[in-house]
């Protein structure tokens, strides 16, 4: 079993930051790549940040230059942190951890529960 909890959202002002964490727990040793994911109200779920066991990193347009990932793999735990926040940054952002062999993702994703960011005007 792998157990993916985050946290960190929270209501924050345009303009303002937040980092999201998200810890992992299980049977973990085999994914070696995690993904941020967000989901705005009435929208599908998009990729906003992935990163790699070797450190490669892969950002969303929309994210480019205010989004950055990072983990620290002493505590099993991935870092989403958000600067220069927008009300289109709005949603529920999710932990995903999943097994990469090259390009493709092998077996299954798992996800966390999701932690919410709204970001007033």
């Known amino acids: 079993q792998v157990q993916l909890v985050e946290s960190g959202g929270g209501l924050v002002q345009a303009g303002g930051s937040l980092r999201l964490s998200c810890a992992a727990s299980?049977?973990?040793?085999?994914?070696?790549?995690r993904g941020w994911y967000r989901q705005a109200p009435g929208k599908q779920r998009e990729l906003v940040a992935s990163?790699?066991?070797?450190?490669?990193?892969n950002y969303a347009d929309s994210v480019k230059g205010r989004f950055t990932i990072s983990e620290d793999n002493t505590k099993n735990t991935v870092y989403l942190q958000i600067n220069g926040l927008l009300p289109d940054d709005t949603g529920v952002y999710y932990c995903?951890?999943?097994?990469?062999?090259?390009?493709?993702?092998?077996?299954?994703?798992?996800w966390g529960q999701g932690t919410q960011v709204t970001v007033s005007s």
């Open positions: 990163i790699t066991s070797d450190g490669s990193t």
């Open positions: 299980g049977s973990i040793a085999r994914l070696n790549a």
């Open positions: 995903n951890a999943y097994m990469r062999l090259g390009s493709l993702r092998v077996g299954p994703n798992y």
